[in-house]
């Protein structure tokens, strides 16, 4: 079974410009979560999407912010760029219900350079 | 408070031989789950091991074992008979249960980059 799509795979962007990121889960899967990761302050959690709806959500400015649709495919927006948001951002996903496997697949990431 | 601790930033094992990475974690709950995963150079997080907190045995995926020791709290990986391809960042993660709902946020440490030399 296809594992995790994330694309573009590669961005660059200029400081001040809005990007957004998509990402398509496993098939039957209905949780998707986005992470950063960046050298110094590692991986972190940004939000979780389920059935269309935000179900938790990290410690991080407005201009993050993430929808899914009800393919359960999911976009994370950003907009007005800084430098620090040059990284790497992987989504990952599962299938969401309790009682469920909690095993999270993480996609191949999007690497975002802001210049 | 740092939840997931990694005291290893890097380690070296000998091809064949089998590592242990470290990993400690903090929670007042009862109920949460441990993760292991790899990241290679090329950045995809690969899943590797998952332990809940009410399992009684050890996790153990082919090669990978998990030494859970809940009273310590502690969620080693150990990887057996290594083998130059896993050379690569190796990441603890923990995901806390919330009262009533699904948590799936998974709260990362800083990684441990293992070296497999020939």
């Known amino acids: 079974k296809a594992g995790v799509t994330q694309t573009p795979r590669y961005l660059i962007k200029t400081r001040g410009q809005q990007v957004t990121l998509s990402c398509s889960p496993i098939?039957?899967?209905?949780?998707v979560s986005w992470y950063q990761q960046t050298p110094g302050q590692g991986l972190q959690f940004l939000f979780e999407?389920?059935?269309?709806?935000?179900?938790n959500k990290g410690n991080f400015p407005g201009r993050f912010s993430g929808r899914q649709f009800s393919n359960s495919r999911s976009e994370m927006n950003v907009s007005t760029l800084e430098l620090g948001d040059s990284a790497l951002y992987l989504c990952?996903?599962?299938?969401?219900?309790?009682?469920?496997?909690?095993?999270?697949?993480f996609g191949p990431g999007t690497r975002l350079t802001v210049t | 408070a740092q939840k997931i601790t990694q005291t290893q930033p890097g380690m070296f094992v000998q091809e064949k031989e089998a590592v242990t990475l470290d990993c400690t974690y903090d929670?007042?709950?009862?109920?949460?789950?441990l993760f292991w995963y790899k990241q290679p150079s090329s950045g995809e997080m690969i899943f590797l091991i998952y332990?809940?907190?009410?399992?009684?045995q050890n996790a153990t995926e082919g090669r990978y074992s998990l030494n859970f020791q809940k009273a310590r709290k502690s969620a080693n990986l150990v990887i057996s008979a290594s083998q130059l391809g896993d050379s690569a960042m190796y990441f603890c993660?923990?995901?806390?249960?919330?009262?009533?709902?699904?948590?799936?946020?998974?709260?990362f440490g800083k990684g441990t980059l293992l070296t497999v030399n020939p």
């Open positions: 098939s039957g899967h209905r949780s």
């Open positions: 999407y389920f059935s269309e709806t935000q179900r």
């Open positions: 332990q809940g907190s009410y399992d009684e």
């Open positions: 993660a923990m995901r806390e249960d919330l009262v009533g709902g699904s948590n799936y946020k998974l709260t």
């Open positions: 929670t007042s709950d009862q109920s949460y789950g």
């Open positions: 990952a996903s599962s299938f969401g219900l309790a009682g469920d496997p909690y095993e999270q697949y």
